[in-house]
């Protein structure tokens, strides 16, 4: 098994992700408390009965709350901050006062139906414990303070009695699963052996026992019999993440063959190019194989954030090169598109295509079909994917390194210093670089001596060059990464990789995209939009080969690419619905990375293309 440098341990500088940081830090995280004051989250805690005039809370908003608490547990580690730290203080006071002689808190069952807790199972109790319990962690992690924490402990002591000792719930497993991961964390946390066997337990359960809408949450099998990703897909990729930590500690075979199998089916069938997962608003599901629809598209953003908790979990198993360009897609694309430029506001679905004309089309019926949001929100009913971003992107560097007593892999380029150790051997690992507006990449690791480092090559690099110490190096690739045996106290090494656009073809058997193209740069996935672009998108036809130019657009900070193209028009005067003759006109299409679209006017988009050869 290998082990995660903590984001804890590493500190990002100057580049892409600091920016991001800053912005996370400076406004996304204030943005999100503001709008839970407005719609009455905070106030929740407390517990005031609605018959009395308090507010009622909806079943999941502890766990709103509680990522928001992890979140800024997650900044202030680094960047201290009294006012964000009063403000969680007082959350955790109000637990405290509030919570059951028996350990039980939550704001729904505890303030409207108090007779009814661990009567249903889609009521998000169990899912809003493993939230708190994250929370808590993360809050005794980075004050030292434990009062949070032993709060959480105590509720998990009741929540163990009610379905382990006694059986006495109405329902044997969660039905939205979260509790699995924070179980997993707070053994690694206290060490006590009876949390990641209560999480094995719940594991273990699940699709063993009769249940409703078994399919929708992933309990149609037992999971060592899984081998297709279904259902939910935020619940379906916290159970495969938390399936991978138990088997990546307990060396449960079958379980890791399980786990391998569920992210294959995902990564080769049912993903999109952009990372995200979930292709159907019904039941923000995983449907069937290569069936991944653009401008229906639901890829919601914590479905993304839940993909990479898996690959990232799964790289503690073994260096599949697969589970780090997982993360990276998740990390550039299908989850940093869920947070607008400025920090303030979100998607909650990312489609790949956006057609204006049709957002209304149903104007002769009640019931609208339904299309994604073509607007990012500062707040949603269902608020889940806000705090999930912050927290995901406050600790984004938790994807960068593992390493095992030989070996430290770098996954991600990040520009940064991290601190670790192996076997009592302090290393240090720098990087520098403008990743993922360049290539280059700068990496200095001392006290490394004896041991390997391995830096992956992403696919996507056609060429690439390294250097070691100031001299070319002919190392080969080996299953996506570069072995580097480390000969002295301190190596430097330059990686040159290929950053020049290029043309993305899908599977057939996706029929939204076949005879399509996407253009992409590294990492990025770039996107047509019509401010930018004259013609209807869907006229346009890249044309292959692909001639592009580079330029640097100063108002979206990226790089935006300009591309040769033609445009088919009906014929000249004519307005006939089908036409033999079109009207073909070479045109520069204009394309900008897809996390920066809808962040100007209100306009189509479009990922996938026609092309012309």
């Known amino acids: 098994m290998y082990q995660r440098v903590s984001f804890s341990n590493i500190d990002l500088f100057g580049d892409f992700w600091e920016k991001r940081q800053d912005i996370n830090r400076e406004v996304t995280i204030y943005s999100i408390r503001d709008r839970f004051e407005d719609t009455g989250r905070f106030q929740a805690f407390d517990m005031i009965p609605p018959e009395q005039g308090g507010v009622k809370p909806h079943i999941f908003w502890d766990s709103d709350i509680a990522k928001w608490i992890e979140s800024v547990a997650y900044i202030i580690e680094k960047h201290p901050d009294s006012e964000l730290e009063s403000k969680v203080e007082s959350v955790i006071d109000k637990i405290e006062a509030h919570q059951g002689a028996d350990g039980y808190f939550n704001l729904y069952f505890t303030s409207v139906e108090p007779m009814n807790r661990f009567t249903n199972r889609d009521a998000h109790e169990l899912y809003c414990a493993g939230h708190l319990i994250e929370a808590a962690i993360a809050w005794a992690k980075a004050t030292g303070r434990e009062r949070f924490l032993h709060l959480m402990q105590k509720y998990v002591d009741y929540i163990e009695k009610v379905f382990v000792e006694e059986e006495s719930a109405a329902f044997a497993t969660p039905g939205h699963e979260e509790i699995e991961l924070a179980l997993y964390k707070l053994y690694q946390y206290t060490g006590e052996r009876r949390y990641f066997n209560l999480a094995l337990h719940f594991i273990n359960k699940r699709g063993t026992v009769a249940a409703e809408n078994s399919r929708y949450n992933q309990s149609h099998c037992p999971v060592r019999e899984q081998k297709t990703a279904e259902g939910h897909s935020v619940r379906a990729c916290y159970l495969y993440a938390a399936m991978a930590d138990l088997a990546a500690e307990s060396g449960d075979a079958e379980l890791r063959s399980a786990c391998e199998q569920l992210f294959d089916n995902i990564y080769r069938k049912r993903c999109y190019i952009t990372g995200g997962v979930g292709s159907s608003c019904q039941g923000e599901a995983f449907t069937v194989d290569y069936d991944l629809p653009n401008a229906g598209a639901y890829a919601e953003t914590c479905a993304a954030i839940a993909l990479a908790f898996f690959a990232g979990r799964m790289q503690r198993i073994t260096p599949n090169p697969a589970y780090a360009d997982i993360i990276e897609r998740v990390m550039y694309n299908g989850m940093l598109s869920g947070v607008s430029l400025n920090g303030k506001e979100f998607f909650y679905e990312n489609p790949l295509e956006i057609i204006h004309a049709c957002r209304h089309r149903n104007v002769s019926v009640h019931d609208a079909e339904h299309y994604p949001d073509a607007r990012r929100q500062e707040i949603f009913g269902c608020s889940c994917c806000p705090p999930n971003v912050t927290r995901f ?46 290539g280059d990449i700068d990496i200095v690791a001392k006290n490394m001596k004896g041991k390997i480092l391995a830096v992956r090559i992403p696919f996507w690099s056609k060429k690439y060059s390294l250097y070691l110490d100031g001299g070319k190096s002919d190392k080969e ?110 045109i520069t299409s204009e394309w900008i990375p897809y996390y920066a679209f809808a962040n100007r006017e209100e306009c189509d988009m479009l990922v996938w293309c026609a092309y012309n050869q």
């Open 393 to 438: 992107i406050s600790s984004i560097a938790d994807y960068q390194y593992t390493y095992d007593e030989n070996t430290v892999f770098v996954h991600q380029y990040m520009s940064g210093v991290a601190n670790f150790d192996i076997n009592g051997a302090a290393v240090k690992i720098s990087q520098k670089t403008n990743y993922p507006i360049s």
């Open 477 to 586: 690739i080996k299953d996506g990464y570069i072995y580097i045996a480390v000969k002295n106290d301190m190596m430097s090494l330059t990686l040159h990789l290929d950053m020049k656009p290029r043309v993305m073809y899908s599977d057939p058997r996706n029929a939204a995209d076949a005879a399509k193209i996407s253009l992409c740069r590294g990492p990025l996935v770039y996107c047509m939009e019509g401010c930018d672009n004259t013609y209807p998108l869907r006229s346009i036809r890249l044309v292959l080969p692909l001639e592009a130019e580079e330029f640097y657009n100063q108002a979206l900070d990226c790089i935006q690419i300009s591309a040769k193209a033609i445009v088919c028009e009906p014929p000249k005067g004519e307005e006939e619905l089908y036409y033999s003759n079109p009207t073909v006109k070479a």
